[in-house]
């Protein structure tokens, strides 16, 4: 891969030299934000440094993910690097007591306090009575929601559209579980970009809760973007599929780089086999988001 020198302290943006691009007359360029800043990871941290802030009034951070969320892991380094207390809501009662799998305890080694709650009580997680007793057990704290998709996450991304502005690349990709990348990303791309994000899952309606979450953020709907509900979904989310895994390990002989199954895996496969099909027109230049 050939690296396109970052403008300030943005990351990385590297050029895929790939004959299946190239045969279709296609540019496509890597926005390594991975390599953004790695106890954190990536994209995680622009949504997480605004929450940061904000949480300094109270000390504590407050969020919320699943058995394996790199979230609540990126929150706990992020939380530990900034000196506050962290506190982290684990859907699952069933899990505690149990040992702790990889990334809940590295979110435990980094003070992360974790809190197992059911599933019921994790899908009212969000509603005002569920949030005020959760600040009663744990006191005063900022809460961010799961994946980190607030407004401040939200306009925390929008830096990662600004750094692409200038990269030539008519088309930005990225992969969409809460939304809050995608909404912050399109809103930061300039005039005649716009930005694909890939869904993650099948069962939410992304594009409705991206135009909330850039309501929140920004007052109304910004950039142009859409959302391929299908193509990236590859039999849900987390889950594998042997398409997917080989392409993946295949990426990664040609390139050097393994990619995320959940997230860029998917993504790329998606984006390739459009690519195959003819469906970029050939001179185009694409971005493709590596979040981390």
Known sequence: MTQVAPVGGASPLQELDDERVRRAGVRLLLKRDDLLHPPVSGTKWRKLRPNLERARATGTLLTFGGAYSNHLRAAAAAGREAGLRTVGVVRGDELRGRELNPVLARAAADGMELEFVSRSAWRSRMTPESLAQSLDRFGP????PEGGSNAEGV????SLGEE???SGAEL???????GGMLAGLAAGLGHGQRALGFAALAHA??????????REAFGGVRGSWEVDATAAVFGGYGRRTPEVDAFGADFERRHGL???PTYEAKLLCALFA????????????VAVV???
């Not at 704290?141 to 961010?144: C, L, R």
């Not at 306009?155 to 929008?158: D, N, T």
């Not at 930005?172 to 809460?178: A, D």
């Open 172 to 178: 930005v990709c990225c992969s969409v579980g809460t």
């Open 258 to 260: 393994a990619l995320d």
């Open 141 to 144: 704290a900022w809460v961010v």
């Open 290 to 292: 590596v979040a981390g």
């Open 274 to 285: 459009r690519i195959a099909a003819g469906e970029l027109a050939c001179g185009t230049t």
């Open 155 to 158: 306009r925390g991304c929008a």
């Open 205 to 214: 309606d992304l594009v409705a809760e991206t135009r909330a979450l850039q």
């Open 164 to 166: 692409l502005r200038n």
